[in-house]
């Protein structure tokens, strides 16, 4: 399939996928950036074949369009994209947060071209096309969220354009998501952030004794912090709920440190659930 | 400096001290080991120049013995080795906990031979000596834990054992040292293993679902569930105060989830301090 692709911001997400599809042998790439600098660097790396400032410009023919830009901007760029797609255009998202978001799209789109939500679990703590690259998505879980109004081929094709970029495809509703991701990534970045400045409170000094354990648990804790404030406080029920559930648990295991037995069941639980986990980048 | 280094326990650290000794060409390496078929593995794998199951033959010699075992089998051993050791031997350990190690095996070695602590901050989620690395201990910090009765020599000899591995050497009383891993690496493990369990508590499917983040947030979680028992329990002062304060820090980010700006300030602080951590081999 030889397609046009428009890709609305050029960053980790947005510049990777450009860089997996042409890996994938998309012929043709399109690349909206608001930065002129951007514009310039992406046109110098020769990542797509279309850069521009123009919307109109680039989702002019696009086959399948992706919002790439965080959450809170998306309704405001797909109001000024909509008028210029073709009808049979299927425009998606990257946002970490579906319920909130998929309601206020869809309602944007609806009429008007085919909408769906997606989500796919890759990125680092680093962001900016620099740190883009073609194999992000190699092996990493896509969430597809579709809705009550999603038609089975517009699933079917967000699943096929995300599986040519690499990923694995799982189907979740919009509200199942937000709650699981709210436990697998949202609570992660929040105990990340929370670590650093429990240290930071405790005992400064203690960040020069750190080895790797405290790298690998904090890492996420680099990421930009404008990006993650929308997103936490956007799913803040569902974080609400893990957080929470998460002091519960760390109550219980403050009572294990005087019951050995007990605290070799739990983190004997934790080892054998982590070692079953699908293994990835990170692990080495 | 051409010394006889005797190794007691060929694990994770103990193996890859030995190779780290090897690359830094040193002559005589003996390894003490109580399975048959790890002596056996060690010798084809050429690990040492000594291999075998008596002690009294390991340490015969030795300039520096290491303890690599669990601590809670140190003293037994500590005792068993004393009466063989040269007594110009400097006796040193790896133990994760200091204050109650270090308490008992000096009061061991006392009158016989010199004893410090030490504590490389290097290892991983994995364990044995097929783990092990000759760089497991490049650019690691290693804490080094004199008391009162330690000799500045006994010091100078430890500092120049580590640095010869590959260590960056800071010096900590053995209750500092117990306060600061505490916060930086015991801490992380309570946290990993509780976020698992979590999960597993609220939505065991959504497990299925992680990305990344998940996976280096939990890495450690891995680890040998005997040994982080030991060590947390042994250490649960300090554990639960740092745990405490966690929950702690965790109240105030639940609250933030309706306050947008402090939630920035927040994690942009968390950034920044995880930003000024030295890099390490887990950040790439």
Do not use: Y
């Amino acid at each position: 399939m030889s397609q046009r692709i428009a890709i609305i911001g050029p960053g980790l997400l947005g510049t990777s996928i450009a860089l997996a599809a042409r890996r994938a042998g998309k012929l043709s790439i399109a690349i909206w950036s608001r930065r002129k600098e951007i514009i310039e660097e992406l046109r110098q790396r020769r990542v797509g074949d279309l850069v521009a400032e123009e919307l109109s410009v680039v989702v002019d023919k696009a086959n399948v369009v992706v919002l790439c830009v965080p959450i809170g901007v998306m309704p405001k760029l797909a109001r000024e994209i909509a008028p210029h797609l073709r009808p049979d255009a299927l425009v998606t998202d990257v946002g970490s947060v579906k319920a909130p978001v998929v309601a206020e799209l869809s309602a944007i789109f609806r009429q008007r071209v085919r909408f769906i939500g997606s989500h796919p679990m890759a990125g680092s703590e680093k962001n900016g096309h620099d740190a883009a690259s073609a194999d992000l998505f190699d092996d990493r879980v896509c969430i597809i969220t579709p809705d009550d109004t999603t038609a089975p081929e517009a699933l079917n094709e967000a699943t096929a354009f995300w599986q040519m970029l690499g990923c694995q495809v799982r189907i979740l509703s919009p509200t199942e998501h937000d709650e699981v991701v709210g436990l697998v990534s949202h609570l992660p970045h929040l105990l990340a952030a929370t670590l650093v400045n429990t240290v930071a409170a405790q005992n400064p000094a203690a960040f020069d004794f750190h080895g790797p354990g405290f790298s690998s648990t904090t890492r996420v804790a680099g990421g930009p912090p404008v990006m993650w404030t929308e997103i936490l406080c956007t799913n803040r029920t569902a974080v609400r709920s893990s957080a929470e559930a998460m002091i519960e648990k760390l109550r219980e295991i403050i009572t294990l440190l005087d019951r050995e037995t007990t605290m070799n069941d739990f983190l004997t639980q934790a080892k054998d659930l982590r070692d079953r986990l699908r293994s990835t980048k990170e692990d080495v």
